[in-house]
């Protein structure tokens, strides 16, 4: 009788970490690709979403430039870079489908991954309880 194995794999990202734009990023483990997107709360406030307008891959970007845009039936917003960086990949799936921000924004509905510049520059951004903790304010 054979008995039951148990994989165990490691984490691929460090957590999230929040600007007070209400964008977020998570690093790879190796720290060099950030993965950026708009929160939960930003995507609750912005309604269903209707278009997305996806940064340039090759674009180079420092925190707090807009990268590009969200809108909805109720308003638009620009996302901004929560850090420096170069773009490497924008998620194209959110051209033909931009409600997958509504359905998963920190999931699925990602918007952009950069090869960042600075690590340090994570560390000056919020983590999830701080983040909570300003949504709340």
């Known amino acids: ?40 709360y930003a995507a609750n406030a912005l309604g269903d979403v209707v278009y997305v307008e996806l940064p340039t891959t090759g674009q180079e970007v420092v925190a707090g ?9 109720k308003s638009a917003s620009d996302i901004y870079a929560p850090i ?8 194209s799936l959110l051209e033909e489908k931009p409600a997958t921000i509504n359905k998963g924004p920190e999931d699925e509905g990602w918007i952009a991954k950069l090869e960042v510049k600075d690590t340090a520059e994570v560390e000056k951004l919020m983590d999830v309880e701080a983040y909570r903790k300003f949504t709340e304010e």
């Open 84 to 91: 420096g960086g170069t773009v490497t990949e924008a998620n």
């Open 1 to 40: 009788m054979r008995g039951t194995r148990y994989i165990m794999s490691s984490a691929t990202c460090k957590a999230k970490k929040y600007t007070n734009a209400h964008e977020w990023i998570e690093l790879s483990t190796d720290g060099k690709t950030g993965t950026i997107g708009i929160s939960k």
């Open 65 to 73: 430039d807009a990268i590009g845009a969200v809108e909805s039936v």
